[in-house]
């Protein structure tokens, strides 16, 4: 495994599996009364955040504090950044404070791989969200979330169909989860208005569709994309109404999946633009349950690139009570 996680391309195969089935291992201490490992007592984990995040920066925390990391978060509002600190100066204090991982997201594309690759630091970094690049974190928490439901939790994703809608344009979730998708075996349809689909998506590894209805019929799942307002500088659809009759999810339309098919969306959700209320509270929906898989993934995550023992053997001691 690569020293940072910076994109989806840095996982071979071996490595996603590897990080899944950890998750997979790591989730049976979660879900007891005590959740903590002692994995990586005396390590200090950064949470560096330049953008707004709710789910994304407590779920990094959580899993660095179940693995018993010190934990210390940083969120640009209220710092000197807002005085015109720079990436490399805060880097640089950082590295003071002797942090060993920094989970780092930025509304620059490249801000992580600069943050890994300057000599700034000496930690390990993690892209937790890049501009409109990657979000690997997040598409490893997607897999495993598709994993489990699909795949009966440790199976392969080989074969299966999973269908992307939306604002693939502005989306970092979207192109991390085509490479990491396409890794794993599975088949990925991109669905959006020609507007909202980048340039350059043909040479992605997946099909491009305009139709949603088309793109639906016995897939395995669907994972939604929210409608980024905040990065849209001009006008990309004609209103919300049509947006959401022609690329939203309804009842209808979720009823085109495979029988056992699920709905997905990494959140926040814009409820009536591009998924219904109904939809997203529905059977198929699984959008809960990858918030708690977003702690497993991140605590395995964390675990491998910061280099601990066995997990078997933590999850052994511990449940001997040591
Ligand atoms: C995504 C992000 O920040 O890129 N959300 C997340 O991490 N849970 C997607 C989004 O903001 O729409």
Not at 9 to 30: C, F, G, M, P, Q
Not at 99 to 116: E, F, M, N, T
Not at 117 to 139: F, K, L, Y
Request: with cysteine; net charge negative.
């Amino acid at each position: 495994m690569n020293k940072h996680l910076l994109s989806a391309a840095d996982l071979s195969r071996d490595d996603a599996v590897a990080i899944l089935d950890t998750a997979a291992e790591l989730s049976r201490v979660t879900d007891r009364a005590v959740k903590k490992l002692p994995t990586l007592r005396g390590r200090t984990v950064v949470n560096l955040f330049f953008e707004d995040s709710t789910r994304t920066r407590i779920s990094f925390e959580a899993a660095a504090k179940r693995l018993s990391a010190d934990v210390i978060t940083f969120s640009a509002k209220g710092s000197s950044v807002s005085k015109g600190e720079s990436l490399k100066d805060t880097a640089l204090t950082l590295e003071a404070m002797g942090a060993d991982a920094v989970i780092v997201r930025h509304g620059a594309s490249g801000a992580p791989h600069r943050l890994a690759h300057s000599g700034w630091i000496d930690g390990v970094v993690v892209n937790a969200g890049d501009g409109t690049h990657e979000h690997p974190t997040q598409a490893l928490l997607d897999a495993y979330t598709l994993r489990h439901h699909l795949a009966g939790g440790t199976g392969a994703l080989e074969g299966r169909r999973v269908v992307i809608v939306g604002d693939v344009l502005h989306s970092r979730v979207a192109r991390s989860n085509v490479l990491l998708l396409h890794t794993l075996g599975a088949e990925v349809t991109l669905v959006a208005p020609p507007t909202l689909m980048p340039v350059g998506v043909d040479t992605w590894p997946c099909t491009v569709s305009y139709d949603l209805d088309e793109a639906l019929p016995g897939a395995d799942a669907v994972m939604m994309l929210r409608v980024q307002a905040e990065r849209m500088n001009a006008a990309y659809f004609p209103t919300s109404n049509e947006y959401s009759r022609r690329y939203g999810l309804d009842v209808r339309r979720a009823g085109l999946l495979a029988h056992d098919g699920i709905v997905l969306h990494p959140g926040p959700m814009n409820r009536g633009m591009e998924i219904t209320a109904e939809v997203a509270d529905g059977p198929r929906s699984v959008i809960v349950e990858q918030v708690t898989n977003g702690v497993h993934v991140r605590m395995a995550v964390l675990y491998l690139l910061l280099g601990a023992a066995e997990v078997d053997t933590a999850v052994a001691h511990e449940e001997a009570g040591e």
